[in-house]
Structures are given as C-alpha cells and as structure tokens.
DNA sequence: GCCAACGTTGGC
DNA sequence: GCCAACGTTGGC
C-alpha cells in the first residue's frame, strides 16, 4: 500500500516534540475517542505524521513524525494508576489502540493554525475545519506536501 | 481561564 | 433509543 499521511495533536506540555526527538520513540497512549482510534489502526509502518502542537502559542505543525509500530493495545487503559486508565477496558477486551512514533525532523519553520486556515489549498483539512476536534486526522499527499512547503519557505523558528 | 463545540454516559 | 447531564478538546 502507499505511504499514507496524517496529522496528530498533542498538547506539548504534555508531549512536545522535542520530548519525542529527545526519547527517539515514543508509544502514543491516551487516545480516548473512537474516530481517532480507528483511524490509527488503518496506519501502516512508515506512514508520515505531522505533529501539531495544541493549545500551543501558536497552535500549529511543528515537525514530522513516521509510525514505527501499528496499532496495538493501549495498556495504560488497564492501568488503574494511569491518567488514562478506562474500567471497561481489558486484556481480553482492550477497547483502545495506540500506535509508536518516531521522530523524522523538526520543520524549517512553524506552520501555524492561523496560517492552515489562510491557505484555500488546505481548507479540505480537518484540523482548519471549525469544530473538529479530532486529535488523528487523515492528511492527503498534496496536503502534507504544501504544508511542507510552507515551513521551508516560512521564518526561522526561534530557538526554543 | 473561558467557553463553544463536541462526544459519551446512563436513566428512563 | 432518546436526550439531559456531564466530561473533554482546544482556540482564543
């Protein structure tokens, strides 16, 4: 199968992406929502991921990360001492799904929501859409490929 | 920190 | 199966 492209928020007080390039790899845990959950079982090793910063200043894509492991069950759901933990999960029944990122390389520039949204090539994208809070989200090859573009032609991002 | 827009839960 | 109550997400 093609590589498939996606998008993945995580609030990077929780997770930043230089948390993942500094642990090299990562198991994405916590995803709690359906949608999202089905989503990350269609990804195949190798597919791409744009890692967006939330609830971020600015919220936007910041690097790139690529899917080492598909899907598998999401154990912190059956840990009673994790944040995460969900009672009607299980081993026999684990209700919730995670997948392994790696990651690839910080982009040239941030590629922030407002300039997402100031882009009539990507207002197909889900993550420009109002409401859509979906924390996985499908991204079309086109789409990945400008939003690529946009971080190389953009500023320097300031040293953190 | 606020709150709109969602998603989930559970009583009935 | 409806839907009110509740919880979460995430921009601002």
Do not use: C
Not at 31 to 44: D, F, S, T, W
Not at 68 to 87: C, G, I, M
């Amino acid at each position: 199968m093609a590589k498939q492209f996606w998008l993945m928020k995580s609030e990077p007080d929780v997770y930043s992406y230089a948390d993942l390039e500094r642990e090299g790899r990562t198991h994405w845990e916590g995803v709690r929502n359906y949608q999202a959950r089905n989503l990350m079982r269609e990804m195949k090793a190798g597919d791409q991921v744009l890692y967006y910063h939330s609830r971020s200043t600015p919220p936007g894509v910041v690097g790139i990360a690529e899917v080492v492991k598909e899907a598998y069950p999401d154990f912190t759901a059956q840990d009673p001492d994790s944040h995460y933990y969900d009672p009607k999960s299980s081993a026999e029944n684990p209700r919730w799904s995670m997948v392994d990122l790696a990651p690839v390389r910080r982009l040239e520039s941030l590629v922030s929501l407002a300039a997402l949204k100031g882009n009539p090539e990507l207002e197909g994208m889900a993550v420009v859409k109002k409401g859509q809070r979906l924390s996985v989200q499908p991204v079309r090859p086109e789409e990945f490929a400008i939003v690529l573009e946009m971080a190389a032609s953009g500023s320097p991002r300031a040293p953190e």
